[in-house]
């Protein structure tokens, strides 16, 4: 797959104009009352725009996995708006969140949440099947192909390294063609170069497979592989980074540590 630039900006380019994936506006999301209520986002507004690759960081306790989870119906959001394509999350019931992330979401964990009892080609099919959904053979025989599994396929998770189960939730992620995908951490549990592995097939979903993909890391070489980072603080979106490297978001990230979140 060719990793350039060039195919990154014209898809960019192009997906702008269109209906953005998801949608977070004025996002509030509180725990607890009295003196336990802790506000984790404050009107958080961000759109996630299709055939990007967005990377959300910031310190710890910023949001940035409570704005992926409220984001993709995991956890009730306590005010504002949040949108999955045109469909409004908020008063949605249990049975229609858990369509909405059977049908139209892709998750990737730091967990490769893989069962251990189905092999690789069971694990990436497997949402398709609880779905009552038949594989789009032609669109899978290009996934496998995508992430480099197609001698892996008969192989239970015990039999796969790492990077090789992450790689495997990543085609299960992409397998029913989601409006976009929430990867938290996607490369938490994986050497360097598995991690590289498992985050050039993210970006690759995107520039050439024309996925939507919204990365919660705390990696600046990570992010680096997004077309843009959107940086959280204490709840708010205090900045934004388009077509980054390890240096700039590792600069922004020093600025959110010191307090400085100009520029």
Excluded at 98 to 126: C, H, K, M, S, Y
Excluded at 166 to 178: F, H, K, T, Y
Excluded at 239 to 256: G, Q
């Amino acid at each position: 797959m060719n990793p350039s630039r060039t195919t990154a900006s014209h898809a960019s380019s192009v997906t702008m104009t269109t209906r953005p994936a998801a949608v977070a506006d004025k996002l509030t999301k509180v725990y607890g009352q009295g003196e336990t209520r802790v506000v984790a986002l404050d009107g958080v507004s961000v759109e996630f725009r299709r055939g990007e690759f967005t990377a959300i960081m910031g310190p710890s306790g910023s949001g940035k996995s409570t704005l992926m989870h409220c984001m993709a119906g995991l956890d009730a959001i306590s005010g504002g708006s949040a949108r999955i394509g045109d469909l409004e999350l908020t008063g949605l019931s249990d049975k229609q969140l858990t369509r909405l992330r059977r049908d139209r979401i892709g998750f990737v964990f730091q967990a490769f949440n893989l069962l251990p009892t189905l092999t690789a080609a069971e694990n990436i099919t497997l949402p398709l099947t609880i779905a009552g959904r038949r594989p789009d053979k032609a669109w899978l025989d290009e996934v496998i192909a995508a992430v480099g599994l197609a001698d892996r396929l008969e192989h239970r998770p015990a039999q796969l390294s790492g990077g090789q189960q992450q790689r495997v939730a990543v085609a299960r992620a992409l397998a029913g063609r989601p409006e976009i995908i929430f990867a938290d951490e996607p490369t938490g549990n994986l050497d360097s170069r598995s991690g590289a592995e498992v985050l050039g097939f993210l970006r690759d979903s995107v520039r050439e497979l024309g996925q939507t993909v919204a990365m919660v890391t705390h990696d600046p070489v990570a992010a680096s592989y997004a077309d843009r980072v959107v940086f959280l603080a204490d709840g708010h979106v205090v900045d934004e980074l388009r077509e980054p490297t390890a240096a700039t978001v590792l600069d922004r990230m020093k600025r959110l540590d010191t307090g400085d979140r100009a520029g």
